[in-house]
């Protein structure tokens, strides 16, 4: 009997396994990835004040922006030459050279248009100088090292790699695709295609023309999808009128924004531009001089308030003037004299009669 109990409790403790679940573990999410680099929205403008003589060249990866629709005023005076209307690279980023009318420096020094120029995928840029008549234009040559420079961080979002047909170029219309190039000859001022279509690929060319250059593109080129041949003109006086695509000038730097690290000086450099709007209230509007009041008269009170002007949809024809409300005076009462109550004198009081006097007067 024992052994059978004994042989019953191994096999109950045999068929009774204890198991156990393993400890969860909790781990910490991964770290968020870092935030990209903040990207410039807004490209500044500047007056770039052109070299005396050639500047050396620079070699960007990025190819400039699409143009600006910057038409010249008329010449301020006899001899002005219109500079500027093209992107200029300066401290790692593409800004805006304005136009602008200039005198030339004296000794008959002729202006040279910017030079653009896709070599090995990269842009050959030159700025526009100041060049003597027996001077001409030598654009870098081929084997000549030129070191590349890189925009700054928060420039490289709003830039693209330069695509087109390698050689001289000019920037592309404006709201054309970023990176499109359009090949020109060398000289041609970048301002020709400012009034050209918006191009979405390359195609858009500029060659020379019976009075200037012909902007010719095929069909499918340009964002409307239709052949453009066009003639311009290279002369600024001449305007080649508005664009489909136009777009403000950017806004001037203001000293807030420049960088400290980056002030202009030398030749070439961006200058403050002379003309800035005039400073206004912090409200936005230029305060108004405020009119002197007209003393109320006839007012009941000088505490009551005038009532409020009418809409102007309501004004249609003054009213007319009404007299004001006479203001009643009050009477001052009378001051006439009134006679005083005459005064009766008292009258005299009767003596006492003798005794005796009654019983006389009874007998008489």
Not at 107 to 126: A, S
Not at 323 to 336: H, I, L, R, T, Y
Request: net charge positive; with cysteine.
């Amino acid at each position: 009997m024992k052994r059978l109990l004994a042989v019953a409790a191994l096999l109950t403790l045999a068929g009774c396994a204890v198991t156990t679940q393993p400890a969860v573990a909790y781990r910490s999410p991964p770290p968020a990835p870092p935030p990209p680099p903040p990207v410039a929205e807004v490209t500044v403008s500047e007056d770039v004040d052109p070299s005396i003589g050639q500047p050396p060249a620079v070699e960007v990866e990025y190819a400039p922006p699409p143009m600006y629709y910057d038409p010249a005023p008329p010449p301020p005076f006899y001899g002005a030459v219109w500079t500027g209307g093209y992107w200029h690279w300066w401290n790692g980023e593409w800004v805006w050279a304005r136009g602008r009318w200039v005198s030339p420096p004296s000794g008959g020094y002729l202006y040279t248009q910017p030079y653009y120029e896709l070599r090995g995928g990269n842009v050959v840029y030159v700025a526009g100088f100041w060049r003597q008549p027996s001077v001409v234009f030598v654009p870098p040559p081929v084997g000549l090292y030129i070191q590349v420079e890189q925009p700054r961080p928060e420039y490289v979002g709003r830039y693209a790699r330069p695509v087109g047909q390698a050689g001289v170029f000019v920037p592309a219309p404006p709201g054309s695709q970023r990176g499109v190039i359009v090949p020109a000859p060398v000289g041609t001022p970048p301002s020709v295609t400012a009034s050209a279509p918006p191009v979405t690929r390359p195609g858009m060319v500029v060659r020379p023309g019976t009075s200037g250059v012909e902007v010719v593109a095929p069909a499918g080129v340009t964002r409307q999808g239709t052949p453009v041949q066009r003639q311009m003109s290279v002369d600024p006086r001449v305007s080649n009128g508005p664009p489909a695509v136009a777009a403000p000038p950017p806004p001037l730097r203001t000293p807030a924004a420049s960088p400290a690290h980056a002030q202009p000086s030398g030749p070439g450099a961006p200058q403050a531009h002379p003309d800035g709007a005039p400073p206004v209230a912090p409200g936005g509007a230029a305060p108004q001089p405020s009119s002197p009041q007209r003393p109320n008269v006839g007012a009941q009170s000088p505490t009551t308030s005038p009532p409020a002007p009418a809409r102007s949809s309501e004004l249609k024809e003054p009213p007319a003037a009404q007299p004001p409300p006479a203001q009643v005076q009050p009477q001052p009462k009378s001051q006439s004299k009134v006679p005083p109550p005459k005064k009766t004198p008292p009258k005299p009081a009767k003596k006492p009669s003798p005794p005796g006097a009654h019983e006389k007067e009874k007998k008489d």
